[in-house]
């Protein structure tokens, strides 16, 4: 794995960010580890996971601020995002799941306890803490039949999940599929993401140009869009005059900002770009920097989130948190909220471009269909919160 990784840094940015990133660990913990503190060690993949793990660390800063937090991240997406975060009094990259890592950075980072977030399970890691008495607990995990834990090849990796404290798993399905391998210390407590985009709706900043945009408008607010969201979303636009369009592309490079900027018929500016009086006179505002989608879904008649006809829908609770119906594409099979918020009429699924006209149709005409999905997506959030409180009672 450690040798794959030096190869693959040789020909891919990211891992070679991560690479140099794990190698700096050591001076990291070497400089701001002082003799006689201790340390709760939060680990998340990326930044999904960070948000998730977020509340918990906000909650426990705020309980027991003489506690010290440890923040690590796997993926250079999470860390460089998310390096200078304030919450965190040391955030590094974890080094790789080796027997001799694991036993280093638990001894150099003089770990107290531990919680790992989601799709954690590092097996030396969870080893080391175990042995060493050192309470690790998985938060906001889920778990599906198809994972290698459950497959009859897979039963010694599962054995690693018996050496967690415990396991706070966001449903029964993963209880039931957790005790039929024999790992009993589970408790069901929901996911802590639905917590933290309360807290963000609760903290959102008002953004004048974007409430001038909207206006009194019916406004589509697309976030994390990938092209074949776009394609989908644009040819409905350009022919529906009595709508405006705000769009949030997943990645805001130069060359896509263009292709999308080619593909409008009606007139459109970029936020970067945009004053007072220029987003007045536009049917389409260009979101071109990041941070800003959380606050800009309040101003949503309806929320398209994307990423279903490709990679994996993205946070469809930071959406649906405002009360407002949200649309996705068919690739969500993996993300219990987005099925969950189908089922209670809250989210709609599109399964082809075909599908996205009539629906949009029916929510710009039907006002009864359109407060009914938006009241079922916010009170599937409300309804579901608290997980934090739970983990940390």
Not at 112 to 138: M, Q
Not at 248 to 259: D, I, K, T, W
């Amino acid at each position: 794995m450690v040798f794959g990784c030096h190869i693959a840094a040789l020909f891919n940015r990211k891992v070679k960010l991560m690479v140099r990133g794990q190698r700096q660990t050591w001076k990291t913990l070497r400089k701001k580890v002082r003799e006689g503190d201790s340390y709760v060690w939060f680990h998340a993949a990326s930044l999904g996971e960070f948000e998730q793990g977020r509340p918990l660390m906000e909650k426990l800063r705020r309980l027991h601020p003489e506690k010290k937090i440890l923040l690590t991240f796997f993926s250079p997406s999470g860390y460089e995002v998310r390096k200078n975060y304030e919450g965190a009094d040391i955030v590094c990259y974890l080094p790789l799941d080796t027997p001799c890592n694991a036993r280093r950075f638990v001894k150099r980072a003089h770990i107290s306890e531990a919680y790992l977030i989601k799709y954690e399970f590092w097996r030396n890691y969870i080893n080391v803490l175990h042995r060493r008495g050192i309470p690790c607990y998985s938060v906001s995990a889920i778990f599906r039949p198809d994972q290698i834990f459950f497959r009859p090849y897979g039963r010694s990796y599962a054995r690693v999940l018996k050496n967690l404290t415990h396991l706070y798993v966001q449903n029964e399905t993963s209880r039931e599929l957790l005790a039929k391998i024999g790992v009993t210390a589970v408790s069901v407590v929901g996911d802590t993401r639905f917590d933290r985009v309360i807290d963000i709706r609760r903290a959102a900043r008002p953004l004048p140009l974007v409430e001038r945009f909207a206006g009194c408008w019916k406004v589509v607010v697309a976030g994390s869009s990938w092209q074949p969201d776009e394609d989908i979303l644009i040819d409905y636009f350009n022919n529906h005059p009595n709508l405006k369009l705000v769009l949030a592309p997943h990645v805001v490079s130069e060359e896509h900002l263009r292709q999308i900027e080619q593909k409008l018929r009606r007139p459109a500016v970029r936020y970067s770009a945009a004053n007072s009086k220029s987003v007045a006179e536009v049917d389409c505002l260009i979101i071109d920097c990041y941070g800003l989608l959380s606050s800009i879904y309040r101003y949503a008649t309806v929320a398209y989130v994307g990423g279903g006809f490709g990679v994996g829908i993205h946070n469809v609770p930071e959406a649906a948190v405002y009360g407002v119906p949200v649309i996705i594409g068919p690739h969500n099979g993996k993300f219990r909220e987005a099925r969950d918020l189908i089922a209670c009429g809250g989210c709609h699924e599109i399964k082809s471009p075909a599908d996205f006209p009539p629906l949009m149709d029916r929510f710009l005409a039907d006002k009864d269909f359109l407060a009914n999905a938006g009241k079922a997506a916010g009170n599937y959030i409300t309804s579901n919160s608290g997980a934090t409180d739970q983990i940390i009672s």
